[in-house]
């Protein structure tokens, strides 16, 4: 059974691959047969075997030669033996996890070797390197095919998220038309997630763990209960700072996590950075337990996906029986492809927007220091989409000399106001105060705290809430929200933990299994949707509406209002694929900025920090130090308001200049109308 796409984003129709990846303990008559008879890929992992123990157990285990598919390491592949194995043993199909510390400087050999299989048999890259996928997609025509790994995948994993690789993937290729499959590798459980990366050109997706609790996976009773009390905050990323992400389970309470930790810190300082990089894996690499085989111990290095969180909705949804549930699995699969075209234009006529009052579901993200100008606000509106005010740290004064004159600018059309509801804003009751007199059409609550929701409902004003966890977002309904933001880790400027995939396949499960408690709600999707591709899956994904950032400081109007200096435009229009980085991974209030001097210095100063060579209060002081006006520098070109402009140089220098990671991803400059007309 194969699974057909359609849409008008994707103008082929292509056989896509759903493979399942399994043990080599498990290649079974019952799991090829059951591989067989749906359809699906049964990917064996021998990545952790070298090719003499590949054939070793391949011939005792297969001697039929029924495996198709098999996995294997960047080593397994360089061996000269492989060859006459992959003969013996009937393998067609080789996939490959290649990253850059996989190789010893130049991955050309590996290209070359790629290139010599992929005559007789067909390789499926595994990787999230962004120089790799380069590398892999101009020589496409020789290898044809790569598989994204992404940050939400188990192991060693991309430092970008699914849906961010896969833009940028898109974005490499030569030409649209330039034949090139696509996959994706891990971090999608659902088959609404599934069903939107192949109605958008993927040509297939690998499940890691989903189906582990099914009856076919060799465990016992006791590893089955651990499995299925596994959440999303279950996995962790460590590795950050050295460039080498790798992706764990940690409870918070992992010793083994905690380990790894402090032994990238200890490197984080030393200068010779891909020395250490070796080092970091290496000790990583060989500590290595599958989840499968674990008891998910302080003392295990275990790598898991946040896939494995949803091993229990799974079997819940579909079945205990492997078989059955992954044929209905691929049936939905099918299904909501099918349906998929019909979504295609589901932001033209919209209730959602009809609801806030605009012409389209778009929200325009809020940005302090840069979308507070109302004549911005005021364009965006035109256009058709609801913008948001951000009231930032203003103080009395400030707000009523730049914002006091906003109801009569936006002349009765909707807008929103962002709200930092954190401790750490000392206006807070004085900006709600302000808000409940303005009586905006809706109030954008940033940060967790909910205590200020009851007043703001009871004063008729309209409650959008950003919510960063599952736990927050059932408080959030149960007090009568009736707009939620799922605002993922491809977003600009403060982020959280989980990517936009991530979210909104939370916020899909929950909402099948608590169907009322999204009664009459408004779901939105913010992180890494800047074009009508990425918009059209955030439909497919289950969104009422959209929320956008970054795209916002690309169109002409925001630096002809003065909300934006040229240069923090021309710096977005200019970033390369992967030109964002996120700076407070040591402190926990992540920001995700592009690469700049200041950001550099700040990112420097941390890993100092870690590695101990910085008392933390002197650290915190610096960091404060550095912070202070950063933004300010780089979106109005001034040390501080009122101040003579800085020349371009210094506020490189001094500006920290946030953006989400589709800053890499727009290359020109266009009106608000162009835009809009593109994104529906």
Not at 275 to 288: A, G, I, L, M
Not at 514 to 519: C, I, K, Q, R, V
Request: net charge negative.
């Amino acid at each position: 059974m194969t699974l057909q796409q359609r849409s008008d984003i994707a103008a082929e129709h292509r056989d896509s691959i759903i493979g399942f990846v399994w043990r080599p303990e498990e290649i079974t008559p019952a799991v090829i047969q059951m591989s067989q008879r749906t359809g699906s890929r049964a990917i064996f992992d021998f990545s952790m075997m070298g090719v003499d123990g590949i054939g070793t157990f391949l011939r005792k285990a297969d001697p039929a030669g029924h495996v198709r598919d098999i996995r294997i390491s960047v080593q397994a592949i360089l061996d000269p033996s492989l060859g006459q194995v992959l003969k013996e043993t009937g393998v067609r199909e080789i996939w490959v996890e290649c990253h850059a510390h996989s190789f010893q400087g130049d991955p050309s050999l590996f290209l070359q070797r790629l290139r010599e299989l992929s005559e007789s048999h067909r390789c499926f890259p595994i990787t999230g390197d962004i120089d790799l996928m380069a590398a892999i997609i101009k020589d496409c025509p020789g290898i044809g095919r790569i598989v994204l790994k992404g940050c939400e995948a188990s192991g060693f994993v991309s430092g970008e998220t699914t849906m961010a690789l896969y833009s940028m993937a898109k974005e490499m290729l030569p030409t649209p038309s330039t034949p090139l499959d696509i996959l994706i590798w891990g971090g999608i459980s659902t088959p609404e997630a599934a069903a939107a990366f192949l109605s958008v050109g993927a040509t297939g997706i690998v499940f890691e763990s989903v189906h582990w609790l099914t009856d076919l996976v060799a465990i016992d009773d006791s590893q089955r209960q651990r499995l299925s009390k596994l959440r999303l905050d279950s996995s962790e990323l460590v590795g950050l700072d050295l460039q080498v992400p790798c992706r764990l389970f940690n409870k918070g309470n992992s010793l083994a996590f905690k380990e790894i930790k402090t032994f990238e810190d200890s490197l984080s300082g030393a200068k010779n950075r891909e020395e250490n990089r070796s080092s970091f894996v290496k000790r990583v690499h060989t500590r290595f337990i599958h989840p499968l085989e674990c008891h998910f111990g302080q003392d295990e290095v275990i790598p898991l996906g946040v896939e494995a969180a949803f091993a229990a909705s799974f079997v819940e949804r579909f079945g205990h029986g492997t078989g059955r549930a992954v044929i209905a699995f691929m049936e939905e699969i099918r299904n909501l492809c099918h349906l998929s075209e019909a979504k295609k234009d589901c932001f033209l006529e919209s209730p959602a927007a009809r609801e806030m009052g605009t012409l389209y579901p778009f929200i325009q993200g809020a940005m302090s220091w840069i979308t507070d100008v109302p004549e911005f606000a005021s364009k965006v509106a035109d256009a058709g989409g609801l913008p948001t005010i951000a009231l930032g740290m203003m103080d009395a004064e400030t707000l009523d000399r730049r914002l006091g004159g906003l109801p009569e600018s936006m002349v009765e059309r909707p807008y929103a106001v962002n709200l930092v509801s954190l401790a750490e804003n000392p206006f807070r009751e004085m900006h709600l105060t302000w808000i409940k007199k303005l009586r905006p059409r809706f109030v954008v609550i940033a940060g967790g705290d909910l205590s200020p929701l009851k007043q703001l409902m009871e004063s008729g004003i309209g409650v959008m809430y950003i919510a960063p966890d599952e736990a927050l977002l059932r408080l959030a309904l149960e007090a009568g929200v009736r707009y939620v933001i799922f605002e993922g880790y491809e977003a600009g400027g403060h982020v959280g933990q989980h990517s936009t995939l991530t979210l909104a396949q939370m916020a899909l499960d929950l909402k099948r299994r608590m169907p009322s408690l999204f009664h009459n709600c408004c779901v939105i999707l913010a992180g890494g949707v800047f074009n009508r591709e990425t918009a059209f899956m955030a439909a497919l994904l289950g969104r009422d509406a959209i929320q956008m950032g970054t795209v916002y400081l690309a169109p002409e109007e925001i630096v002809e209002t003065g909300a934006l200096t040229e240069l923090y435009q021309r710096m977005i229009l200019k970033s390369a694929p992967g030109g964002t980085v996120v700076s407070g991974q040591v402190t926990g209030l992540r920001v995700r900025s592009l690469k700049s001097p200041r950001v550099e210095a700040m990112l420097s100063l941390e890993r100092e920090f870690a590695a101990g060579h910085q008392d933390e209060s002197s650290f915190r002081t610096r960091m404060e130090e550095m912070a202070a006006g950063s933004l300010f520098a780089a979106a109005r070109g001034m040390a501080r308001p009122g101040e003579v402009p800085l020349d371009e140089q210094a506020c490189l220098e001094k500006g920290q200049f946030m953006s989400g990671t589709c800053a890499g991803l727009i290359s020109e400059v266009r009106k608000l109308d162009s835009f809009r007309s593109e994104e529906r």
